[in-house]
């Protein structure tokens, strides 16, 4: 280790799930377990989806048919919450419970909003692997006193890697 510079131990993994780029649940499971740190799963609903499909000329054309058919919000929300429903229970067949603490909580907002809410809780170093990215890779690192919803947003917009969020 180069002098000047402090090891961290990461003491929890929020794993945010989205609608359309749920990652692997599984990978997530395994780090988690490998680094026996607690894991939270966070599927957030997009507000702004809700907000459309609410719209009178709403619609959705589908595929390969090209069909256009309006879009039912109620329909949208059992479809997210069907998913979310499938991704706790991905995590809860690909964790033991006896050596991980997790626990998974469904949000409904913006993704920026929501994860930055989540990553304030406990102050402790923070492991976020945003919808899609490798658990795996070599995160970013960002202290939580420059983050707002703004710079999280900006983190969040096509994210590659995780992010390291140090108290």
């Given at each position: 280790?180069?002098?000047?510079?402090?090891?961290?131990?990461?003491?929890?993994?929020?794993?945010?799930?989205a609608p359309g780029s749920a990652g692997s649940?599984?990978?997530?499971?395994?780090?988690?377990?490998?680094?026996?740190?607690?894991?939270?799963?966070?599927?957030?609903?997009?507000?702004?989806?809700?907000r459309f499909a609410a719209l009178p000329f709403a619609a959705e054309v589908g595929f390969p048919s090209a069909a256009r058919r309006s879009v039912?919000?109620?329909?949208?929300?059992?479809?997210?919450?069907?998913?979310?429903?499938?991704?706790?229970?991905?995590?809860?067949?690909?964790?033991?419970?006896?050596?991980?603490?997790?626990?998974?909580r469904v949000a409904r907002g913006s993704r920026a909003e929501q994860l930055l809410s989540a990553a304030t809780e406990g102050?402790?170093?923070?492991?976020l692997v945003p919808p899609g990215t490798d658990p795996r890779a070599e995160p970013a690192v960002v202290s939580l006193s420059e983050l707002t919803e703004e710079s999280s947003r900006e983190l969040?917009?096509?994210?590659?890697?995780?992010?390291l969020i140090l108290p």
């Open positions: 280790m180069a002098e000047g510079e402090e090891e961290v131990r990461i003491a929890r993994i929020i794993a945010c799930f649940p599984e990978a997530v499971a395994r780090l988690a377990a490998e680094m026996q740190v607690e894991l939270l799963g966070l599927f957030i609903e997009d507000v702004e989806l809700l039912d919000l109620a329909g949208l929300e059992r479809q997210l919450h069907a998913q979310a429903a499938g991704l706790r229970q991905a995590l809860a067949t690909a964790l033991d419970p006896t050596a991980v603490s997790w626990s998974f102050g402790v170093p923070t492991l969040l917009d096509g994210a590659q890697r995780p992010i």
